[in-house]
């Protein structure tokens, strides 16, 4: 059984997703804990799941390295095989990476190398492009740079705005990133 640490910054959709995937008991991983960078929504999720949670704010900290280092002791102390990066905004310090990887993966919303960074959907968008994706690679020190495990493509339709594309978006980074887990969990994937 593959035990999983997510790390989130928001409302948590797709670990909301993961979570109910994983309550399948023939899926061969289970999340043990549930982190972010602040007070999410998406704790919610986890506490409905009866998943534990920890926080570890940037701002209580007097830099970056000491942060991480902090945030990768909450991470190391539940012994995941996978920690996985869902929706999670700040940039990890390099020890952090280098501690987990390549036992570290990233969703991400777009078609690697395509649109980088935290405005994806919305750099998408402005570039007028007919299609975009969902990408799940592992993680490294650059911008969403890591090998890409796995991605997807998905039309712009006409009329999209940054909220419906998003939402189309997040439905496949659920798919790939239970597909990858499972994946990881079985062999298929080598990180």
Same mark, same amino acid.
């Given at each position: 059984?593959?035990?999983?640490?997510?790390? $989130?910054?928001?409302?948590?959709?797709?670990?909301?997703?993961?979570?109910?995937?994983?309550?399948?008991?023939?899926?061969?991983?289970?999340?043990?804990?549930?982190?972010?960078?602040?007070?999410?929504?998406?704790?919610?999720?986890?506490?409905?799941?009866?998943?534990?949670?920890f926080s570890v704010a940037l701002s209580s900290y007097p830099d970056r390295e000491s942060w991480g280092d902090a945030l990768l002791e909450q991470i190391v102390a539940w012994q995941p095989d996978?920690? $996985?990066?869902?929706?999670?905004?700040?940039?990890?310090?390099?020890?952090v990476i280098e501690a987990l990887s390549p036992n570290l993966i990233n969703t991400h919303p777009a078609y690697l190398p395509e649109f980088p960074g935290a405005h994806a959907v919305r750099d998408a968008i402005t570039a007028g492009v007919a299609e975009t994706g969902a990408s799940v690679i592992v993680v490294d020190n650059g911008v969403d740079d890591g090998p890409i495990i796995t991605q997807q493509r998905i039309p712009v339709l006409p009329g999209d705005t940054e909220t419906?594309?998003?939402?189309? $978006?997040?439905?496949m980074e659920r798919e790939l990133l239970a597909e990858v887990v499972l994946g990881i969990a079985e062999g298929d994937f080598t990180l």
């Open positions: 059984m593959l035990s999983l640490v997510v790390l $989130i910054s928001g409302g948590g959709s797709n670990l909301r997703a993961l979570l109910e995937t994983c309550e399948d008991a023939e899926f061969p991983a289970r999340v043990v804990a549930v982190g972010a960078d602040r007070d999410a929504d998406g704790f919610e999720h986890a506490e409905e799941f009866g998943i534990p949670t996978l920690t $996985i990066l869902s929706g999670f905004m700040k940039l990890l310090p390099p020890r419906t594309l998003h939402d189309r $978006i997040k439905l």
